[in-house]
């Protein structure tokens, strides 16, 4: 499969946006996300870190429970843990829909594919920045969402790595239309077209929504730069 295949056959994919939550105000969280859900995000993105495989900490499964209690957008896990089958249980009961674990953590992915998909969960598989398109080759056809970190995993308000988008697109020329391919990693309304353009299809932004005075109308105007650029709203003679 050539990459020009790959953007044809995702080329009627609709540009979606996943507010990660990492950069809300935890003092004001309920109101944080019914700010975005009002306001047409599609995923809410949950960033899980245990301070090992990534150096910092986020929160856990009772905060993921109390945020599936007071909204109704599909709650996107993303876990930067070291040993993601031991958790995956516990924050597909709080209520995450998408369990995304890291390739870098497991020599053997495919049977944690299939254990987490047993919980009743999509699944997804995350890469870093310095790790190979092709490291995901094994399992690219069994996931529901491939994940592409333009930062480092950890911290946000990180500067986005142009150099990852040559990933993006090899993955998108690999992905079928029913998958999802998520891009986290200084998203704004100047990256969202690049990320867009290279076929990615879900658009995680934390400081660029969250970070805004007004959170909705900045989650509006990045989904309005990337859908300029898009795979959908390209060239379709290609």
Known sequence: MTLDSGKV??????????PSLLAADFGHLAEEIAIVEQAGADW????????HFVPNLS??????????RCTQLFLDAHLMI?????????????GAKNITFHIETTDNPR???????????QVGVSLNPGTP???ISDIITDVDLVLVMTVWPGFGGQRFMHECVEKIEWIAARLGAHQTLEVDG?????????VAAAGADMLVAGSAVFGSDDPAAAL?????????SSPAAADTNV
């Open 220 to 228: 509006g105007a990045l989904r309005s730069a990337a859908s300029g």
């Open 111 to 121: 049977p944690l594919v299939r254990n987490i998909r047993k919980l009743g969960v």
């Open 9 to 18: 056959m995702r080329s009627h994919k609709t540009i979606r946006i996943a």
């Open 82 to 94: 070291e040993d993601p089958l031991r958790y995956a249980p516990a924050f597909a009961d709080a």
């Open 186 to 194: 200084g998203i704004n309304r100047d990256t969202a077209p690049i």
């Open 59 to 68: 929160f856990g499964v009772p905060v993921v429970r109390s945020i599936a």
């Open 44 to 51: 809410l993105h949950l960033d899980i870190m245990d301070g």
């Open 133 to 135: 398109a092709d490291a």
